[in-house]
């Protein structure tokens, strides 16, 4: 039991890193970019590349995290932002971050090759902490997501820069009056959403190598955790994954390993049409009660 919910928890930080960066392009920029997946596997590949070169281990992710962070802002200049200002159908920019992921997805095929590749792959020892056994990588991601949340939370509530993004996401045009400006605060938000899809990318490398396609999956899992959660905020689908992963590792815990995707995405939509009921109902009640006063 004490693995399964270490695995649980360890997935659960994972998965709230990832949702972190999806969420916040999703208030900030109002896009949900089906591209991040390859931010997600640009840091494993720019981890995997600095440490081909000899650099150790903490450089090497600090670095492919900064590439990930590079490649993001300057793709979004060159192909988000653009549509975005022409006012662009939503369907279209959609579409558009697919093609994205699918060029990215060749293009690094061809530059590292379809073999999966396992960076760090000397870091897979384990620790025993309050009964629990964690490997190093459980820990960077649980101690990644206890670092970095909290820390992007506090800049977006305490600091100018943070606040003009917070302003842009809950009302745009009053942020615009005010001075707010509008493509340094979205460049800024996609550097900040790629620290974040391509740290969870790194720590992912460690446990399950890293390929072009190796991002879809989580990206899925961290996706559908927003859409339980909300993207109005970010702490509560920070706190729908790790929940969802916890709860699906517990499920799957005496079931085959294949199951575990199905459970989780059962689960998703489990949640999602009841949060979905109970917010219907909640507002229904609202509307009588005003209707009756």
Excluded: C, K
Aim: glycine residues 10%; positive net charge.
């Amino acid at each position: 039991m004490t693995a399964v919910l270490s695995h649980g928890l360890s997935s659960g930080a994972l998965a709230a890193l990832f949702t972190v960066g999806i969420a916040l392009a999703w208030r900030v920029v109002g896009l949900i970019d089906f591209h991040l997946p390859a931010v997600f596997v640009v840091a494993g590949y720019g981890s995997v590349s600095f440490q081909d070169l000899g650099l150790p281990l903490l450089p090497s992710a600090v670095l492919g995290v900064g590439v990930a962070a590079g490649y993001a802002a300057l793709l979004f200049l060159l192909v988000h932002r653009p549509l975005l200002r022409r006012g662009a159908n939503p369907d279209v920019v959609l579409i558009a971050t697919l093609g994205l992921l699918a060029m990215a997805q060749a293009t690094l095929g061809w530059v590292y090759g379809p073999v999966r590749r396992y960076p760090f792959s000397g870091v897979q020892a384990t620790v025993e902490i309050v009964g629990f056994r964690f490997s190093a990588a459980d820990l960077a991601a649980i101690g990644l997501a206890i670092l970095l949340i909290p820390a992007l939370l506090t800049f977006l509530r305490r600091t100018s820069l943070g606040l003009s993004l917070e302003a842009l996401s809950e009302n745009r045009q009053l942020a615009l009056v005010t001075g707010v400006n509008e493509p340094a605060a979205q460049v800024l938000t996609y550097a900040l959403v790629a620290v974040f899809a391509g740290a969870a990318g790194v720590v992912s490398g460690v446990v399950a190598g890293v390929d072009p396609a190796i991002g879809v999956g989580p990206f899925l899992v961290a996706f559908g955790a927003v859409l339980v959660g909300g993207h109005q905020s970010l702490v509560r689908p920070v706190v729908a994954a790790v929940l969802l992963q916890i709860v699906v590792a517990l499920i799957s815990w005496q079931l085959p390993a294949q199951w575990d995707r199905t459970v989780l995405f059962t689960a998703i939509v489990a949640t999602f049409l009841t949060r979905r009921i109970v917010v219907r109902q909640v507002q229904r009640r609202r509307v009588t009660q005003l209707a009756a006063s």
